[in-house]
């Protein structure tokens, strides 16, 4: 139906381009073309990846709902995290899925970018308090977590220190798929509630 639609708003284009004044059918043939323009055209393009992680992808494609995810546990933490190397978007953090071990299937941390004052899902992160017991850096899909490093103030207070690693399952990342900036989020001007930090998100502090 949608291509049927782009070939009809194609033509009157043309018929348009007839106009006299340029500029009239210009600005009539762009509203015309936006009006068929496909619902994904402005979806986030997903990453190439593992066929493990496809699955995962696969699992998690429900939370594209926050209200999902909210159902699920999952509780927005209202602020949109920006470095100056890119963003990471709105935490949902799922404090009841927290243990020493990172359960693969079950990130604590689901990440949404605001488009349009409405919010996408872009990624997923695992986060392992210090506070589990753990020592060393946990490790998922061979990658090693990040960290320690303290607690994102002031989403987190200062003192939960913590190992993360987060993957850019639903939006592709320039930076790689397990970097924690994202140069193509932003979160400056797009949500009322932003926290700049000025260092790298993967960077240890100690
Ligand atoms: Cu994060």
Not at 10 to 33: D, G, K, P, Q
Not at 47 to 76: N, T
């Amino acid at each position: 139906m949608k291509p049927v639609l782009t070939a009809i708003a194609r033509a009157s284009c043309r018929t348009l381009s007839l106009v006299e004044s340029r500029w009239l059918a210009a600005a009539l043939c762009a509203v015309i073309l936006a009006s068929v323009a496909p619902a994904g055209a402005h979806e986030a393009k997903l990453p190439e990846v593992s066929a493990e992680l496809e699955a995962l992808r696969a699992k998690l494609a429900k939370y594209k709902d926050p209200m999902v995810a909210i159902r699920d546990g999952y509780f927005s933490t209202l602020t949109c995290v920006q470095y100056p190397d890119g963003a990471m978007g709105v935490h949902f953090f799922n404090t009841s899925l927290i243990g020493p071990t990172p359960d693969p299937d079950k990130p604590q941390v689901l990440m949404y970018e605001p488009v349009g004052g409405k919010l996408r899902l872009i990624a997923i992160e695992w986060l392992v308090p210090l506070a589990t017991g753990i020592e060393e850096a946990p490790r998922l899909f061979e990658q090693t977590f990040h960290g320690p490093m303290p607690g994102h103030y002031p989403v987190m207070p200062k003192g939960l220190r913590h190992y993360d690693m987060h993957v850019w399952l639903f939006k592709e990342n320039p930076n790689g798929l397990f970097y924690g900036a994202n140069p193509t989020v932003n979160c400056v001007g797009k949500w009322p509630y932003v926290v700049e930090e000025a260092h790298r998100s993967d960077a240890p502090m100690e």
